[in-house]
């Protein structure tokens, strides 16, 4: 339960940590054998607690976001179950309901990209990388609500793939008509991801391919997270031919050439 309330002129939100009701936790199991059928692991769902394990988790989050320099609440205060944190300003979900043009959703998700992508650079993730958890405040691009760590099921790469992929897949919504827009607003910091990251994400795109085709014939919600997987694809599309023109020029023997024959064939198959 999050509420928010004013704190010596400042708003500030009061934090608390209550146990899940049985629906959470059923989902999250049925959620996790999904993507362990179509071989996501990027995508399970990491353990949810409750009370004082779930309070200390958020906060040993924040402090290891903050030492990474991601803009994240400050906590204020404390109480049995429950946190004080600071306001970070409007979330970025509330800024897309409400744009004025095309142009104000590009601005945003570039501005958000670049944050992300930042974070990443230097050894960060958030988990839960959607257009709710991210604000774009008067100070820029903020990050909040830490309840899970990726990392207790995943590698680092896997990790900030996720964040590519739920990141995407939450501004879809916004650019069902303009798929090469979307890829080409995350394109500037997939360029600068891992290689590991990169394929990753674009292994992710392999696997839900089949929402790019037909997405648009069942719906919105299917149609943005069509938009969202040939967004990733072309986003991230060009990271691999530059790993691999980076290893011919730098050596001349092109060690990844199996990889991307691999790739290739997965494709088509």
Same mark, same amino acid.
């Given at each position: ?10 708003? *500030? ?46 906060w ?6 903050? *030492? ?15 946190l ?5 300003? @409007? ?31 230097q ?11 991210i ?59 891992? @290689?590991?990251?990169a ?19 069942f ?51």
């Amino acid at each position: 339960m999050v509420q928010k309330f004013s704190l010596g002129g400042r708003a *500030a939100w009061l934090k608390r940590y209550d146990p899940d009701g049985w629906f959470r936790p059923a989902a999250t199991r049925a959620w996790n054998r999904l993507a362990a059928r179509l071989d996501l692991a990027a995508l399970r769902a990491p353990p949810r607690y409750a009370g004082e394990a779930a309070k200390g988790l958020e906060w040993r989050r924040l402090e290891a976001l903050r *030492a990474c320099g991601a803009p994240v609440p400050r906590v204020l205060g404390d109480g049995p179950r429950s946190l004080i944190l600071s306001d970070m300003g @409007p979330t970025l979900a509330h800024r897309l309901k409400r744009l004025k043009s095309a142009n104000d959703a590009d601005m945003l998700v570039r501005q958000t990209a670049h944050a992300i992508g930042r974070l990443h650079r230097q050894g960060g993730y958030l988990g839960q990388a959607v257009a709710r958890n991210i604000t774009v405040g008067d100070g820029g691009v903020g990050f909040i609500d830490f309840e899970e760590d990726p990392s207790e099921i995943m590698s680092l790469a896997q990790a900030q793939a996720r964040d590519w992929v739920l990141f995407t897949t939450g501004v879809g919504p916004y650019f069902t008509d303009r798929v090469d827009t979307l890829g080409a607003l995350i394109r500037e910091q997939a360029l600068q991801a891992e @290689p590991a990251v990169a394929d990753e994400v674009q292994r992710i795109a392999r696997r839900l391919g089949a929402l790019e085709r037909v997405g648009r014939f069942f719906g919105r919600k299917a149609a943005a997270l069509g938009a969202a997987v040939g967004a990733m694809r072309k986003g991230f599309s060009l990271v691999m031919l530059g790993t691999l023109l980076g290893d011919l020029l730098g050596d001349g023997d092109l060690d990844l050439w199996i990889v991307a024959v691999r790739i290739v064939e997965e494709s088509v198959t």
